[in-house]
Nanobody, 125 residues
């Protein structure tokens, strides 16, 4: 059974940086198409960034463009989300998702088959 494990969350002040990691465990599953979502208290889960089509395509939510970067270390079977210039509105639980349905929109929840348990990011002003 595929398990995704996120790490790297924490508390930072506005303007700070964090790097989230997502590693796959349980068998020989290779991370290929991957996305990061987040969910703030009282809000729905929203897509933040994705990397798919064999790594050819990356996509970002408008709210994080220019500040967040999704990347992948194939050798470590790990995907990262580098978050710079963090803002209080970035405060949320961040989730890793994998295995994208073809032709489906990356920012929709049903597009992805596997999900991690999440890692909390808190940004104070």
């Amino acid at each position: 059974q595929v398990q995704l494990v996120e790490s790297g969350g924490g508390s930072v002040q506005a303007g700070g940086s964090l790097r989230l990691s997502c590693a796959a465990s349980g068998g020989s599953y290779s991370l290929n198409d991957v996305a990061w979502f987040r969910q703030a208290p009282g809000k729905g889960r929203e897509g933040v960034a994705a990397r798919y089509a064999g790594g050819i395509t990356t996509a970002y939510a408008d709210s994080v463009k220019g500040r967040f970067t999704i990347s992948q270390d194939i050798a470590k079977n790990t995907v990262y989300l580098q978050m710079n210039n963090l803002k209080p509105e970035d405060t949320a639980m961040y989730y890793c998702a994998a295995d994208k349905r073809r032709f489906a929109r990356w920012y929709e929840l049903l597009t992805w088959s596997y999900w991690g348990q999440g890692t909390q990011v808190t940004v104070s002003s």
